[in-house]
């Protein structure tokens, strides 16, 4: 079968599209998984662009990608799946220390020794092939009406991971959160906004991306704000959007960073609202050190209770409060998540994927989508 497999380079990694082995059932438990299509994110950009990749013990390539959707093609008698199900699967395999309670307990994501796998990112192979095998455990089945955005049902599970954990530690007073932040607009940032406003939120959303965007657009059609940041001074907080959050004259009752630049998760830190909660949610390496008023934040936090988390990766039941959650989304912004896949790619395109030319989000298919329903 084909694959998209990736080695080092000199510089970009070696992206091919190879012919490896189709995978076979080895138990009961497992499904063989006829790949529909899957997204690329900036883990992904990362490991191409960046030549950043764990490999899998004893190999020198890797099948990538993490974002499937695929169909069910062959079932395992224990695996609770039949053919034709539409299904993703969860990007995380646990580790195997025995002390790790969390991965002993099926929550991989709070993995404490770090050496868990990931399909597509480290130590395993990813999805970006015509044929997935995978034990039922780790696929969750998505309802055949949600095909057209199920792609998304990754990205969302990282947004709806955040989105608890939040619930979770703000029961600590009663929390009646109306105002957020979402700094970043790409595809994450674009779905943590999506989510406010389906929570009743109103959304503020601080990025690159130039007035006029897709992504500017998408925010003000759903009802958000938009504003464009400025470039910062290496090393200072200057982007302007503390400016700009002093010029609202409000406080935020939950910050989403989603841009992954560093300086940002400690800039917004003051601009909370009492007792309230930032959420780290990316990482874009290699971004220098910065000047921190430390004094300043540490008062902040302490005087006004506020929060900082970070958080990665997502359960099974994220997974599933995920399609949940694009399913509202759909229903009240229809169109909008077709919308966010701007770059439709064959697997022929993606060794020479350029990714400064991804407007918003890649998607490779594997089968054409006018042919997914025949394969229900
Ligand atoms: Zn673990």
């Not at 883990?43 to 890797?62: C, H, L, Q, Y």
């Not at 796998?117 to 949600?146: H, M, S, T, W």
């Not at 988390?309 to 997502?314: D, K, L, T």
Request: hydrophobic fraction near 40%; include cysteine; aromatic fraction near 6%.
């Amino acid at each position: 079968m084909k694959a998209i497999t990736i080695s080092s380079g000199k510089e970009r990694a070696n992206v091919a599209l190879a012919d490896v082995p189709k995978p076979v059932l080895t138990s009961a438990e497992d499904v063989v998984i006829r790949v529909l299509c899957v997204g690329l994110d900036g883990t992904d950009r990362e490991i191409i662009v960046d030549n950043f990749a764990r490999f899998p013990e004893g190999k020198s390539d890797m099948i990538i990608g993490h974002e499937l959707l695929g169909i069910v093609a062959e079932a395992g008698a224990e695996s609770g799946l039949s053919r034709g199900d539409a299904v993703t699967a969860l990007v995380r395999r646990p580790c195997g220390d025995e002390s790790c309670v969390n991965c002993r307990s099926g929550q991989q994501d709070f993995c404490r020794t770090g050496l868990y796998l990931e399909r597509g990112i480290q130590g395993a192979d990813g999805f970006l092939c015509e044929y997935v095998a995978e034990n039922a455990k780790y696929v969750v089945k998505v309802p055949a009406e949600c095909l057209p955005y199920g792609v998304l049902v990754e990205p969302q599970s990282i947004v709806e991971k955040v989105w608890n954990e939040a619930q979770i530690i703000q029961q600590r007073m009663l929390w009646q959160p109306r105002t957020a932040l979402v700094t970043g607009s790409g595809p994450l940032g674009l779905l943590a906004a999506l989510t406010c406003r389906t929570l009743g939120m109103d959304v503020y959303v601080w990025s690159k991306s130039p007035e006029g965007s897709l992504n500017a657009d998408m925010i003000r059609s759903i009802g958000g704000h938009y504003r464009q940041a400025g470039e910062s001074a290496p090393g200072e907080f200057a982007s302007g959007l503390t400016e700009y959050a002093q010029q609202l004259g409000t406080g935020f009752d939950m910050i989403w960073e989603c841009s992954g630049y560093a300086p940002l998760g400690f800039e917004v830190i003051p601009l909370l609202a009492h007792n309230g909660i930032v959420a780290l949610l990316g990482v874009t390496p290699g971004q220098g050190r910065l000047n921190v008023p430390s004094d300043m934040i540490y008062r902040e936090m302490v005087a006004k209770n506020k929060c900082i988390i970070g958080s990665v990766n997502a359960s099974r039941q994220d997974f599933a409060t995920a399609i949940q959650r694009l399913c509202t989304i759909e229903q009240q912004y229809p169109g909008m998540l077709g919308k966010l896949q701007t770059n439709r790619l064959t697997p022929r395109q993606v060794p020479e994927i350029d990714f400064s030319r991804i407007s918003i989000k890649a998607v490779v298919d594997f089968v054409s989508p006018a042919e997914w329903a025949s394969l229900l």
